[in-house]
């Protein structure tokens, strides 16, 4: 699983109450992203970062927000969950140099970490 | 909106059977397209990737067939086992710019192989 783990694996929550998701990564690697899965649309972008202290929005962040103080960790959190968000949410790490502009010439893998469980009530 | 489409949801084959996958996409920036497989509670793993200088790649029993006109792409499995048994998902990204590797994946196939 290229050195991801996620915790917690599984969280019951109930609505309004905050919650904090870490992926942790061992390799050192500077991409990383925050997906969530829901039947019916596959995995959606929320967040991803770039860089220590450097973070993006993607395609679905309303409602999230993350933060990286070290290489190691992407910690995404959920400033007061609502029922929506329940789903399956995903860490993934990117091992390539996506310096912008660069023609890749090989395969771009992303490693994707077990996953965590929420159920927002 | 959902830049890649992808059907059908759900497909059920006979064990030694062809499973067919497609995906249609409409950002032609996408510049590479992999698909990643899924097994229940797991994440999803890199299964095969194509880009679109080549119209066919293979992998054992798993080819993808590219349609660049077409803006589509395909996932063939071949002599289907039950061990294929799991999502299936498309993807593509555009390499350049400041993309930052990321995806954007089709809504996943169910695949389920019978014995």
């Known amino acids: 699983d290229a050195g991801i783990t996620q915790s917690p694996r599984h969280k019951v929550t109930e609505t309004g109450t905050p919650v904090t998701l870490r992926c942790h990564q061992t390799e050192n690697h500077r991409y990383m992203y925050w997906y969530r899965q829901d039947p019916g649309h596959g995995l959606r972008l929320i967040h991803y970062s770039y860089g220590v202290k450097d973070t993006d929005k993607g395609e679905v962040s309303d409602g999230y927000s993350v933060s990286r103080s070290k290489t190691e960790d992407f910690l995404l959190t959920l400033e007061s969950a609502t029922s929506s968000q329940t789903s399956v949410y995903f860490c993934?790490?990117?091992?390539?140099?996506?310096?912008?502009?660069?023609?890749?010439?090989?395969?771009?893998?992303?490693?994707f970490g077990p996953g965590t469980r929420l159920t927002v009530l | 909106q959902q830049q890649v489409k992808q059907s059908p949801q759900s497909l059920i084959v006979q064990k030694g059977g062809i499973s067919i996958i497609n995906c249609a996409y409409e950002?032609?920036?996408?510049?590479?397209f992999p698909w990643y497989q899924q097994f229940p509670g797991k994440g999803p793993a890199l299964l095969i990737a194509?880009?679109?200088?080549?119209s066919e790649k293979k992998e054992g029993r798993f080819t993808i067939s590219f349609n660049k006109s077409a803006k589509q792409f395909s996932l063939h499995i071949m002599d289907s086992q039950p061990g294929d048994s799991a999502t299936y998902f498309c993807a593509a990204l555009n390499a350049g710019g400041t993309s930052y590797g990321k995806l954007t994946f089709g809504q996943g196939t169910i695949l389920t192989v019978h014995p």
């Open positions: 993934a790490i990117s091992t390539l140099d996506w310096t912008s502009g660069r023609s890749l010439s090989s395969y771009n893998e992303q490693f």
């Open positions: 950002n032609t920036a996408f510049d590479y």
């Open positions: 194509i880009r679109p200088d080549v």
